[in-house]
């Protein structure tokens, strides 16, 4: 069975801290991965996609990489900001569907 | 450029009443179109996807159903509402086939079912 898990669930760091987010599928025969961001009673944003032959993709501050081999992906996020408090999940896409991890619930405190 | 519309934002319906959202994309052709429901606290759930015009497919069991009568038109309905409908529901679209695209999400409809 395909399954994505993230850990942490829930991260509470200070304002400038610099922080990693995990993801972790079972089935390494994947497409892409993709890091969407959730505000409270919002629809998700897509952060950043990376696709199954690449090792990173960077926006900004944020910085994605896939080991498709390991079954793992970290987003990494610079000099956090409370504007980057919200629910991170990743999705990671087999065929036509994705499967999403729960999420990681941030909170970047001022 | 591509657009994912759903509507409406919010919605408060009483048990046993029924349902119709919609989901509309504009700006790409035969996309592959998704519907997924968030209860409160929890993951995304997918419930159907459809690749074509017609053609649905039901990840989970339930009184909820899903048609695509036109090709970038998704609609979710149900003849009955239960409470336990109640939560977070968020259309998405991404490119056809088995290609590199990733998602595009609607805004969401949160439903209240009382």
């Known amino acids: 069975k395909q399954e994505v898990t993230q850990i942490p669930a829930a991260l509470s760091v200070p304002e400038g801290e610099n922080l990693v987010l995990n993801c972790s599928f079972t089935?390494?025969?994947?497409?892409?991965l993709q890091w969407f961001r959730q505000d409270p009673g919002k629809g998700l944003t897509s952060l950043l996609l990376?696709?199954?032959?690449?090792r990173e993709q960077t926006s900004g501050r944020l910085n994605a990489s896939l080991d498709k081999s390991s079954g793992r992906s970290t987003l990494y996020i610079a000099a956090s900001q409370p504007g980057d408090s919200a629910t991170y999940l990743c999705?990671?896409?087999?065929?036509?569907?994705?499967?999403f991890g729960p999420g990681t619930r941030l909170s970047v405190l001022p | 450029s591509q657009t994912i519309h759903q509507w409406p934002a919010t919605l408060v319906q009483p048990v046993g009443s029924p349902l119709s959202l919609e989901c509309t994309v504009e700006?790409?052709?035969?996309?592959?179109l998704y519907w997924y429901r968030q209860a409160a606290g929890r993951g995304l759930q997918l419930l159907f996807y459809?690749?074509?015009?017609?053609?649905i497919s039901s990840e989970v069991p339930q009184n909820l159903s899903a048609s695509r009568p036109q090709d970038r038109q998704f609609i979710l309905s149900s003849k009955k509402l239960l409470l336990s409908d109640s939560g977070f529901y968020l259309c998405?679209?991404?490119?056809?086939?088995?290609?590199?695209?990733?998602?595009?999400f609607g805004s969401g409809t949160r439903l209240t079912v009382v």
């Open positions: 998405a679209w991404s490119v056809s086939g088995w290609g590199a695209s990733g998602y595009t």
């Open positions: 089935d390494s025969a994947i497409y892409n």
């Open positions: 990376i696709q199954s032959s690449q």
């Open positions: 999705a990671v896409r087999y065929g036509q569907n994705f499967v």
């Open positions: 700006g790409t052709s035969n996309p592959n």
């Open positions: 459809s690749i074509g015009i017609g053609q």
